[in-house]
């Protein structure tokens, strides 16, 4: 059974040599940065360790290194104090530490939608946050959580009161199998349902923007406000070659989890495999496009941590997402070869 959503095993990942793609570089030199995960390697990642095996990194002028951080709650810490050149982190973390003035800012989003929900066996008949009033629910004890969980129950006439909450940490299904939850808040249906069914258990999952929790992006990468400021052109390098490998793993997920595996080789694959396919629908999803965070979205879930009295009153979004940001709607990249694209430069609004 993998390990559970943020329960790591320390130390870096290195994927394999660099090979095939061949393109101009953007620098003379090779500049050495990197990226810390938001969890083990998985599905998520599949993008960066194919545009680190194809070689698009170091293509554009980049040596990156792909860290698995021991701790991954002090990724943004990490970034903004320039021990990572970049992270991936969660939309709600990143707009909380931006209240603390944590100078993270939001580059790239790598998942554009809630993945997150109320999980459940198929045998509790739950299908509907009314289905939970008078029962146990297991959840990793995070605020934010609770107010999804709060949305979730309102929008269908139920208050918290009425619910038993139990942390029960990162144990989801075995919280479930055990009987100690009827239910658990905070599974991703691109993994959680997957190992759940793989293990014979039929799930239930219903999706926080189904009951209304405003749409969000789940993983986001970040880099530090110094760095978009003083390697501009470093950070523009590395979405170039991000968006490539989103892209062409997306095109060809079946050789982009032969990647993650040999990167990884603890990797479940039967888990990734169903992931993936999940995945790569948002990664090419046309509007907005990959990568584009929307201003308009971020403010509304920013107004509903405010109203949930996760952010301050009078919170602010000034420069999360970076000065000039979001990107520029890029042109449906076109297919070279198995998998190979050759897509429009990764652009900001505002450039010239």
């Known amino acids: 059974m993998p390990l559970n959503r943020r329960s790591f095993l320390a130390g870096s990942v290195a994927a394999g040599a660099a090979v095939g793609m061949t393109r101009q570089s953007r620098a003379q030199g090779v500049e050495k940065a990197s990226i810390a995960l938001d969890w083990y390697p998985n599905a998520n990642h599949a993008g960066l360790f194919w545009a680190q095996s194809k070689g698009l990194f170091q293509a554009a002028g980049v040596d990156i290194s792909i860290e698995t951080p021991a701790d991954p709650t002090t990724v943004l810490q990490t970034v903004a104090a320039g021990r990572d050149t970049f992270g991936i982190s969660y939309q709600p973390d990143i707009l909380l530490a931006r209240a603390q003035d944590v100078p993270v800012v939001a580059v790239c989003a790598i998942v554009p939608r809630p993945l997150q929900g109320v999980m459940s066996l198929k045998s509790a008949g739950i299908a509907r946050p009314s289905d939970l009033r008078g029962k146990t629910l297991g959840y990793p004890g995070i605020p934010s959580q609770e107010a999804f969980l709060r949305t979730m129950l309102a929008a269908d006439g ?20 055990s009987g100690q939850a009827a239910a658990v808040m905070g599974a991703f249906w691109t993994h959680e349902t997957i190992v759940a069914e793989l293990e014979g258990y039929p799930v239930n999952m219903m999706k926080v923007e189904d009951w209304g929790v405003p749409l969000y992006d789940e993983l986001v990468l970040v880099s530090s406000e110094k760095t978009l400021a003083d390697k501009r052109d470093l950070v523009d390098a590395v979405l170039d070659a991000v968006r490539e490998g989103y892209l062409a793993a997306a095109a060809d997920p079946k050789q982009a989890i032969d990647i993650l595996v040999a990167a990884y080789p603890e990797t479940e694959r039967p888990v990734e495999e169903q992931g993936i396919a999940l995945l790569a629908e948002l990664w090419t999803q046309p509007e907005p496009g990959f990568g584009i965070m929307e201003p308009d979205a971020w403010e509304k879930f920013a107004d509903w941590m405010i ?23 890029l042109a449906t990249p076109t297919v070279q070869g198995a998998g190979t694209f050759v897509p429009a430069p990764f652009s900001f609004a505002g450039d010239d």
């Not at 942390?167 to 299904?173: A, I, Q």
């Not at 109203?307 to 602010?316: I, Q």
């Open 307 to 329: 109203e949930h009295e996760l952010l301050p009153a009078g919170f602010e979004l000034d420069d999360t997402i970076g000065a000039n940001l979001p990107p520029l709607p």
């Open 158 to 177: 139920v208050s918290m009161d009425e619910i038993t909450l139990n942390n029960v940490e990162f144990n989801l299904l075995p919280s479930l199998i």
